[in-house]
């Protein structure tokens, strides 16, 4: 055995190590965390690009931090080519551990900051545009004026690709439509439910219907969110259920555009109760048939440990609905 000073990349500080056979392995402790960070979202994005987007910063960096990464682990960790990149085995390998590691981290934070009074921390929260049951913006401002140390990070997006966030461990907290074949490590809390409706132009031929049938809509140009959204995925159940197909005209990710396209007669729309309501008296809203699934909002969050910043703020909005 002999001693050896090892320095810290980008520190200027040096250890002293005894040089065992298992001591070559420390050198990996000083893997910057966030190295690992950008890997896990390039991982998920599996594109270099819409990883320095969502990471905010330039993807020359992004890449700098890969190569800097590969070059000490001494591995290559992605395939790349002109469209998209994906994981090699030993990437793969990372990836778990680095989730891991990510999240363990995360977790310190929160102990620390559970201890220090929610002084300090970080929120991250995310919602789909116009649930109707709860004002996410409302509820935020209440915690922020009650906590205003802890940092929030608030996302808006569908409600399928909110409850993957949940799963990843990139948000803390989602509001959004209830699950359907959601990730086992994702729990939902209900929180409100209501009809899902039809709406038309008044002057419709639907409008003249005493009753309406899913087969009577298989031939009418349906307006309708794009894919992710709860409401979307909801209405593509209920059609499935029934054997029937639709035709999807037109695909937004807005609920003012989507009624608006409706009011013009671009097509008819399934959308819950409470959208409808946003044009009454210019849009019809019918019943659909009694087999409808409703639209049920709950609250996502991870089966594991909840993080302290988000057990306060969920704890006065789970007691009004609980009550």
């Given at each position: 055995?002999?001693?050896?000073?090892?320095?810290?990349?980008?520190?200027?500080?040096?250890?002293?190590?005894?040089?065992?056979?298992?001591?070559?392995?420390?050198?990996?402790?000083?893997?910057?965390?966030?190295?690992?960070?950008?890997?896990?979202?390039?991982?998920?994005?599996?594109?270099?690009?819409?990883?320095?987007?969502?990471?905010?910063?330039?993807?020359?960096?992004?890449s700098?931090?890969?190569?800097?990464?590969?070059?000490?682990?001494?591995?290559?960790?992605?395939?790349?080519?002109?469209?998209?990149?994906?994981?090699?085995?030993?990437?793969?390998?990372?990836?778990?551990?680095?989730?891991?590691?990510?999240?363990?981290?995360?977790?310190?934070?929160d102990?620390?900051?559970?201890?220090?009074?929610?002084?300090?921390?970080?929120?991250?929260?995310?919602?789909?545009?116009?649930?109707?049951?709860?004002?996410?913006?409302?509820e935020?401002?209440?915690?922020?004026?009650?906590?205003?140390?802890?940092?929030?990070?608030?996302?808006?997006?569908?409600?399928?690709?909110?409850?993957?966030?949940?799963?990843?461990?990139?948000?803390?907290?989602?509001?959004?439509?209830?699950?359907?074949?959601?990730?086992?490590?994702?729990?939902?809390?209900?929180l409100?439910?209501?009809?899902?409706?039809?709406?038309?132009?008044?002057?419709?031929?639907?409008?003249?219907?005493?009753?309406?049938?899913?087969?009577?809509?298989?031939?009418?140009p349906?307006?309708?969110?794009?894919?992710?959204w709860?409401?979307?995925?909801?209405?593509d159940r209920?059609?499935?259920?029934?054997?029937?197909?639709?035709?999807?005209?037109?695909?937004?990710?807005?609920?003012?555009?989507?009624?608006?396209?409706?009011?013009?007669?671009?097509?008819?729309?399934?959308?819950?109760?409470?959208?409808?309501?946003?044009?009454?008296?210019?849009?019809?809203?019918?019943?659909?048939?009694?087999?409808?699934?409703?639209?049920?909002?709950?609250?996502?969050?991870?089966?594991?440990?909840?993080?302290?910043?988000?057990?306060?703020?969920?704890?006065?909005?789970?007691?009004?609905?609980?009550?």
């Amino acid at each position: 055995m002999r001693l050896v000073r090892s320095t810290i990349p980008g520190t200027g500080f040096t250890c002293p190590t005894v040089e065992t056979d298992s001591s070559v392995h420390l050198r990996f402790l000083v893997m910057d965390l966030r190295q690992l960070e950008h890997f896990v979202t390039v991982a998920e994005e599996k594109h270099f690009t819409r990883a320095s987007e969502r990471l905010f910063i330039s993807q020359s960096g992004l890449s700098a931090s890969i190569r800097a990464l590969e070059k000490e682990l001494d591995a290559e960790l992605f395939d790349r080519n002109t469209r998209r990149v994906e994981l090699t085995d030993a990437g793969q390998a990372l990836l778990e551990e680095s989730r891991r590691t990510l999240a363990s981290v995360l977790a310190a934070r929160d102990a620390v900051a559970a201890v220090q009074g929610l002084r300090r921390g970080r929120l991250r929260v995310g919602t789909e545009q116009c649930l109707g049951a709860v004002d996410v913006p409302r509820e935020l401002a209440h915690f922020h004026a009650q906590h205003p140390g802890v940092e929030l990070l608030v996302q808006q997006a569908g409600s399928a690709r909110l409850v993957e966030e949940v799963h990843t461990g990139r948000l803390d907290v989602a509001f959004v439509a209830g699950p359907a074949g959601a990730p086992e490590d994702v729990r939902f809390l209900p929180l409100a439910s209501e009809p899902m409706t039809l709406v038309c132009r008044p002057e419709h031929d639907l409008t003249r219907m005493r009753r309406i049938d899913w087969k009577s809509l298989c031939d009418k140009p349906f307006v309708d969110f794009n894919t992710d959204w709860g409401s979307r995925q909801v209405t593509d159940r209920a059609f499935a259920a029934a054997g029937v197909a639709r035709k999807i005209a037109s695909e937004v990710n807005d609920v003012h555009t989507l009624l608006d396209l409706v009011e013009h007669g671009l097509g008819i729309a399934v959308v819950p109760e409470h959208i409808a309501r946003k044009k009454a008296g210019k849009l019809a809203s019918l019943p659909l048939p009694a087999d409808a699934p409703s639209w049920d909002v709950t609250i996502a969050v991870s089966a594991g440990a909840t993080s302290a910043a988000a057990a306060t703020f969920l704890a006065p909005i789970r007691q009004r609905f609980d009550a």
